[in-house]
Every structure is written in structure tokens, then in C-alpha cells.
């Protein structure tokens, strides 16, 4: 049952696009990401395997190949909001990254229509400098000009609700007024190709609020929204497609949320989600939202 | 062609230690192109089941899930390369594509202020837990040509002995060296250093070595501002010439970028470039004439080595050090090789005086011997210091600029092609 709605959106299907209905934004076309990772396995390292690696002419078995992504297809369109489940160490991540085009494929493309970024700036910013340049920092290296930091600057500090702690070293904020303003300065630029990973509800329950109103704002003017998360429930009320991925394939994707989601917790052995028969939504959430 | 490139991928998928087989197989049986494999692997799928839960209920669920893939992979079968050509018919364009140099290059000018903004933010971070702060960008020069001056003026003074106002010819030396050593090191190091930015946000890669060179530009500039002080407190005139270190520093800047990409891209690929960088620089600080005269060096062995003494004079952080100390130094402009007509005889006499005073008749190069058969003048004779001028070897004052200006458009070409080729693959680290 979860194959109709799946059959129609795998999209492969010239007829389906040929009506012009919805205009395809992301195309993953089998796409294989390998990961090269140094010192790791058998080898430990020291000077002495080293010389006898070298004796024996051996070139660096310690470089082990991590096949995150094994072949992936999948089409996006406008308007659609993907969440992505599985496992930790499913490729949910690498996927993201690839999708942005920070990860080169190994084999296959990823198409776009234009840049697809990640939410989130934690990488650019520097916790020995002062809120105030880490704002500047953060917007420059998400490619924002100077006047528009200058018009998002208040907005944004006004948003972390940091306030004078915006002079001080970001090093001296709490993790809670860190992450908070890591999320209103990713946050202050629009997308068309968005991508979020688990970098939702962050913060105190009254910052949650807001960062939900703050993503659901984005995710409405993005024309695509992709979003792993831990949170199933929060996969569900938002997205209206979800693709399941276990060890760098996917095992299932569809329109079948609530279907897919169902049989991913009893693959993955949890608890199972007590729906009303009907309407098929949860009967006892478990937080207020 | 796409299953084939499939299969050649085959052999090279796994060190991570799974069968591949299952999936070959039922491609092969299929006859399926590689497009509709992947979506929902018809054999994998309840292979990975059974590992990943083994409750009964389940694996009916399975089962049917793998029927439901096959017929789903039928369909895509027929449209293989379909999602290309999709991709195609709606303008879609691949992510992970190298950008042209033109699109590189204007991307690269619109992310200036990233660069420029990146590099002040470091330069601020790399002194908050210093209690002089940014004190020490002024004072880590200062240290660093001190003890240049204890080792090499003081204790092993025979070096200084030939070189007119050593005191500032070495402190110039050191501070212009010491920005290109700086820049090779730490751009090495910037893009394993910043592969969690690299793996966050998108921007041309060349931001970050060209950031790193900014840093090191701001540094070196700060230390140029104290061997202005240092020099003019040593009595040196302030003259026109000064303004000729600006087009000097700015050729040296942009040799200094070249070889940081070229540094960027050696050292993500190479992790063990970093650690032999170190040594490289020392080697090439002794070639540069740093802390010694290469003139006095040419003069006394092109006899015996003469493409040797060639080359050292083309070295580029040589020629960058003399352009500079030409620019700031009158006892420079007075003796560098060349600024005086060519006099074989007051040039011999400058390098008879540069004879090391126990030196035997036979390490001491015949021409010089039938020459000068005099004995060599004494230390404070203008001739012994400035006589150099009269010389003119294979490279004289006036061609430096030349060579300056060719070493800096050479690298900076070279370097950013070699760094845009891989632009793509930095974020796998």
C-alpha cells in the first residue's frame, strides 16, 4: 500500500513530469559517497609499523574506505518537505551533505536547482571572539552581503535573545545562549533548498517555541525541505515524504509517512506508536507539542 | 555505460567488509541498469532485515516490501537515465560540479569580505588567552630577529662581518621570509583544519588559503611596521625609495598566495606534507640569503659552482628579500651587484676583502688570485663594503623586478590551477 503513493513519486516516469504539474528541485541520480578515513585498523600506528611498512613496500593500508552512501535514487520537488529516518551511521548526514554538494560522489550525481544549504553555521564561528563578530562572521560565510547583516544584525541579536552578552566571548555563554545564537544567525538567511540536520529545538522550552515558529517560517518560503531528525514524531507532523535509509541504501521512501515511520520503529525493535484507527495520529504524545 | 561504470565500482566498494554479491547478482539477472537497483535492493533488502531484527512478524514485511521493489525497479528500468535527463529538461545542475574559472573566480571576488572577515576574526582569536595580546604580534618579530642577531651577529660574527648595517639586513631578511614560511605552513594545514567548515557551508575552497595569506599579510605587515622603527632608529634615511617596498611586498603577497594554494591542496592530499614542510622551509631559509650575503656567496664560488650560485640567485624569496632591502636599506642600494658600472678590478678588490682571513691560497679561487695579488684592504675600506656594485653576476639589481614580478604571476597562475582542479574533493578529507 505505502507502493502507490511510492510508485508515483519515484518519479522516473516521463509522463508523470511531462504534465508540468510539479517542477523536480533535487534529483538524486545513484548516487555512492565514500569516505576515506586515515589510521584506522590493524595498524597502530607507531613509528616501527611504519618502517617495517615501508621496508616491506607496502603503501598505507591504514587508509580504510567507509562506503557511506551505496547507491541512491530519489526525486524532490517544490513544495516537498522529505524527512529522512534511520539508524545513526545510515548516511542520513553524508546524504545531506551531498545534497548541498559539500561531499563529491564517488559515483552518480545529485542534481539541483540551485544551492541547497545546510542550516547551520556552527563551523565558521569562533567561541574566543565576542558574539557581535561571530554574528558578522556567521552571515559572511553564509554568503550574506555587509548591508544585509546590517539590516538582519538586530534581528538576529534580538532573536538569540542574548542580549549585552552579544560584547562578550562566545566561549562564555552558556550552552544553551551558544546554541541560541548559533540558531538565529543560520537562521536569518532564506533558503530555496533547505536542509536541516537535527539542529531543531534547541535551547530552553520557550526558545523551542520560537525556533519551531522560526523553522516552519523557513521551511514555508524554502521550496524544498529536507530534514533528519531523531525526532520521529516531528518527521511526521511536517514532512509529507519520508525516506528510510539503512547503511547507506534506501529501504523505503513515500507518501506513506505515518506507514513508513510505523515499520521503521518496528525494524529498529522500538516501542510501537499507539494511533487512533481512523485519522491514524498519535493518541498519547508524549511532550505538549 | 552506466553499468559498466557500475561494475568497475563493484571491487572497490567494499573494504568495509560486506558482500557486494547479492547485488551484482540481481542486477545481472535482471538485467537491470544501475539506476533501478539501488532504490530497493530486491535481495539486500531482506538480507538486512534478518541482521538488523529478528522478530518473526517482521520479515513478512520484508518479504512483501522486496516483491512490491521489483516491480518498482521494472519501471525504473525503463527509464534508465531518465532522472538525467530530467535533470536536463528542468535546468537541474549537479551539485558537486566544478565551476568554471570565470564563475570560480567572480564567486571567489564576491566572498572577499568572507575572506577578509575570516582572516581578522583568526588573527583576533589566535591572542585572547595571551595576557599581552595583541601585543605579541609586534613582539613575536621582535623575538624572532633577536635571536637571529645573538646567534648570527654576535657569536658567528664572521657573518656579519661582510655585510654593511647587518642589523637591519638581517631583521629585513627575517620578516619577509619569515611571512612566506608562515604562509606555506599554515595553509598546509587550513583545509584539514577546516574540513568541519568545509562540510557545513558552501563557498570557493580558495577562500580559506587565501584567508590564511591575509593573516599572515596583516602579521607581516605589523612586522614591517617595526622594522620601520627599528631601521630609522638605526639612522637610516627616509627616502623615496621606501615606497618601492609597497610593489615589492604586494609581488611577494601574491607569490605567497600561489604557493598557499598550491600548499592547500599538497597538504589535503598528502597529510604527511605538514610534517615535512618544517624542514623544507629551514633548508630554503639558509638557500634565501637570509641571514648572510648571498652577493659575498656568489662572488666567492661561481667560480667552482656556477649554476648552483644561478640558481640561488633565482630563488624567489631571495629576490622578494633583496626587492625589499633594496626599497629600505641604503647600505643595500649601495652595494647590491650591478648599481655601478661594471669595474673588474674595484669589484675584485671588494671580494678580496670578503676573504676569510685564514683561508689558504688554494680554497680561494685562481681568478681572484691572479687579480688581486695584493693584500686584501682593510674591513672599513668603502671599496671591502661597497665594492659589490661593481660586479655584475648573472643576475644584477636591475633585472630583480623582472624576476619578482615573473615569480609572483607564475605562482599565483600555477596555484590556483592546481588548487581549482580538486576544488570539489576537499570535503572528503
Known amino acids: ?289 | 555505460m552506466k553499468s559498466t561504470r557500475s561494475d568497475s565500482l563493484g571491487p572497490a566498494l567494499d573494504s568495509a567488509a560486506e558482500p557486494p554479491a547479492p547485488e551484482t547478482g540481481s542486477q545481472e539477472a535482471g538485467g537491470q541498469p544501475a539506476i533501478g537497483r539501488p532504490q530497493q535492493p530486491s535481495d539486500g533488502q531482506p538480507t538486512q532485515q534478518q541482521a538488523g531484527q529478528p522478530q518473526a512478524g517482521q520479515s513478512d514485511a520484508g518479504q512483501a516490501e522486496g516483491g512490491q521493489a521489483e516491480g518498482g525497479q521494472a519501471e525504473a528500468g525503463q527509464a534508465e537515465g531518465a532522472l538525467a535527463a530530467l535533470a536536463a529538461h528542468y535546468g537541474l545542475r549537479p551539485s558537486a560540479q566544478r565551476p568554471t574559472i570565470g564563475t570560480y573566480l567572480s564567486e571567489l571576488g564576491r566572498r572577499w569580505n568572507f575572506i577578509m572577515g575570516f582572516a581578522t576574526a583568526r588573527n583576533v582569536a589566535m591572542y585572547t588567552e595571551a595576557k599581552l595580546g595583541q601585543l605579541w604580534q609586534v613582539l613575536a618579530p621582535l623575538l624572532n630577529a633577536g635571536v637571529y642577531f645573538l646567534i648570527f651577529g654576535v657569536i658567528i660574527s664572521s657573518v656579519s662581518r661582510a655585510v654593511p648595517d647587518f642589523l637591519a639586513f638581517l631583521v629585513t631578511g627575517v620578516f619577509v621570509f619569515s611571512f612566506t614560511q608562515r604562509t606555506f605552513i599554515s595553509t598546509s594545514k587550513v583545509i584539514t583544519d577546516s574540513l568541519p567548515l568545509i562540510r557545513a557551508l558552501k563557498f570557493p575552497r580558495a577562500s580559506l588559503p587565501l584567508a590564511y595569506v591575509m593573516i599572515e599579510l596583516q602579521q607581516m605587515l605589523l612586522s614591517m611596521a617595526v622594522l620601520v622603527v627599528l631601521v630609522l632608529i638605526e639612522g637610516e634615511p627616509l627616502t623615496w625609495h621606501w615606497l618601492l617596498a609597497v610593489p615589492a611586498l604586494a609581488l611577494l603577497t601574491l607569490f605567497n598566495a600561489g604557493i598557499g594554494m598550491f600548499a592547500a591542496r599538497t597538504g589535503a592530499r598528502v597529510n604527511d606534507f605538514a610534517q615535512l614542510l618544517p624542514f623544507l622551509m629551514r633548508t630554503w631559509l639558509y638557500l634565501s640569503g637570509v641571514i648572510y650575503s648571498i652577493q659575498q656567496f656568489v662572488v666567492l664560488h661561481s667560480q667552482n659552482y656556477g649554476w648552483a650560485t644561478t640558481l640561488l640567485q633565482l630563488n624567489p624569496a631571495a629576490i622578494f628579500i633583496s626587492l625589499v632591502r633594496d626599497a629600505l636599506l641604503a647600505s643595500q642600494r649601495a652595494s647590491a651587484f650591478g648599481t655601478k658600472p661594471f669595474d673588474a678590478a674595484k669589484c675584485y678588490a671588494w671580494a678580496g676583502a670578503q676573504r676569510p682571513p685564514n683561508a689558504s691560497p688554494s680554497e680561494w679561487s685562481a681568478a681572484f688570485n691572479q687579480v688581486h695579488h695584493r693584500p686584501p684592504l682593510p674591513r672599513h675600506h668603502p671599496l671591502s663594503q661597497y665594492g659589490s656594485a661593481y660586479c655584475h653576476p648573472t643576475l644584477i639589481s636591475s633585472h630583480l623586478w623582472l624576476f619578482g614580478a615573473g615569480w609572483a604571476v607564475a605562482a599565483l597562475l600555477l596555484g590556483f590551477l592546481f588548487f581549482w582542479r580538486k576544488e570539489v574533493f576537499y570535503g572528503r578529507g
Open chain 1, 1 to 289: 500500500m505505502a507502493r502507490t503513493a511510492d510508485g508515483a513519486d519515484s518519479a522516473t516516469l516521463p509522463a508523470e513530469v511531462a504534465e508540468g504539474v510539479t517542477e523536480p528541485t533535487v534529483i538524486v541520480d545513484d548516487l555512492h559517497v565514500v569516505y576515506r578515513v586515515y589510521g584506522k585498523g590493524g595498524d597502530r600506528g607507531t613509528a616501527s609499523t611504519a618502517l617495517f611498512r615501508m621496508l616491506r613496500r607496502k603503501t598505507r593500508p591504514a587508509i580504510r574506505e567507509v562506503h557511506a552512501i551505496r547507491g541512491m535514487s530519489f526525486v524532490a520537488y517544490r513544495g516537498d518537505a522529505i524527512g529522512i529516518i534511520g539508524r545513526n551511521g545510515s548516511g542520513k548526514s553524508t546524504l545531506l551533505r551531498a545534497i548541498a554538494g559539500l561531499l563529491p560522489p564517488e559515483h552518480g550525481t545529485v542534481y539541483t536547482i540551485c544551492d541547497a544549504s545546510l542550516l547551520g553555521v556552527n563551523a565558521a564561528l569562533m567561541e574566543d571572539l565576542s558574539g557581535e563578530r561571530n554574528v558578522v562572521l556567521g552571515c559572511l560565510a553564509m554568503g550574506m552581503t555587509k548591508t544585509e547583516i546590517k539590516d538582519k544584525y538586530a534581528e538576529i541579536v534580538d532573536f538569540s535573545g542574548v542580549g549585552e552578552f552579544i560584547n562578550l566571548a562566545m566561549k562564555t555563554y552558556s550552552s544553551g545562549m551558544g546554541s541560541r545564537l548559533r540558531f538565529a544567525i543560520a537562521a536569518a538567511k532564506d533558503y530555496e533548498i533547505l536542509l536541516i540536520d537535527e539542529a531543531l529545538a534547541t535551547g530552553d522550552a520557550e526558545f523551542r517555541v520560537k525556533s519551531h515558529a522560526r523553522i516552519d517560517e523557513l521551511r514555508n518560503r524554502a521550496g524544498t525541505v529536507f530534514l533528519v531528525a531523531h525526532d520521529l514524531e516531528e518527521v511526521e507532523d511536517t514532512c509529507n515524504r519520508v525516506i528510510w535509509l539503512d547503511r547507506g541504501k534506501i529501504v523505503e521512501q513515500g507518501e506513506d509517512v505515518i506507514g513508513i515511520i510505523d515499520r521503521y520503529i518496528d525494524a529498529s525493535g522500538g516501542e510501537k506508536v499507539a494511533r487512533d484507527p481512523v485519522t491514524r495520529k498519535r493518541i498519547s504524545a508524549p511532550e505538549l507539542d
